[in-house]
Nanobody, 120 residues
Framework: QVQLVESGGGLVQAGGSLRLSCAAS????????MEWYRQAPGKQRELVAR???????VYADSVKGRFTISGDSAKNTVWLQMNSLKPEDTAVYYC??????????????WGQGTQVTVSS
């Protein structure tokens, strides 16, 4: 159906920057939402940022002012620019999307996750 592939994770020092990418592939009629979640060991998965097809964005308070989500609807791709990274940002970051596929059925897809590690 609709597949999501993340890339860009890695190891960075505190204060550094990283840019994550998520590309959606498959038959997509209408992509409504692209989101970034993260999950640290022992914690629940939490929403980091969300972008709607119309361009509206939402950020978790913990990343507001440091992270920026953007997207290209023509490419069905979303990015997460992460600046001023902190050790507490360390987590597996997951891309999520929901919308309508090419046979007019709702889809709800998750990527496999990419590890982000921020050292002190």
């Amino acid at each position: 159906q609709v597949q999501l592939v993340e890339s860009g994770g890695g190891l960075v020092q505190a204060g550094g920057s990283l840019r994550l990418s998520c590309a959606a592939s498959g038959s997509i009629f209408k992509l409504n939402t692209m989101e970034w979640y993260r999950q640290a060991p022992g914690k629940q998965r939490e929403l980091v940022a969300r972008i709607r097809a119309g361009g509206n964005t939402v950020y978790a308070d913990s990343v507001k002012g440091r992270f920026t989500i953007s997207g290209d609807s023509a490419k069905n791709t979303v990015w997460l620019q992460m600046n001023s990274l902190k050790p507490e940002d360390t987590a597996v970051y997951y891309c999520h999307s929901e919308g309508v596929n090419g046979v007019l059925r709702a889809y709800d897809s998750w990527g496999q996750g990419t590890q982000v590690t921020v050292s002190s």
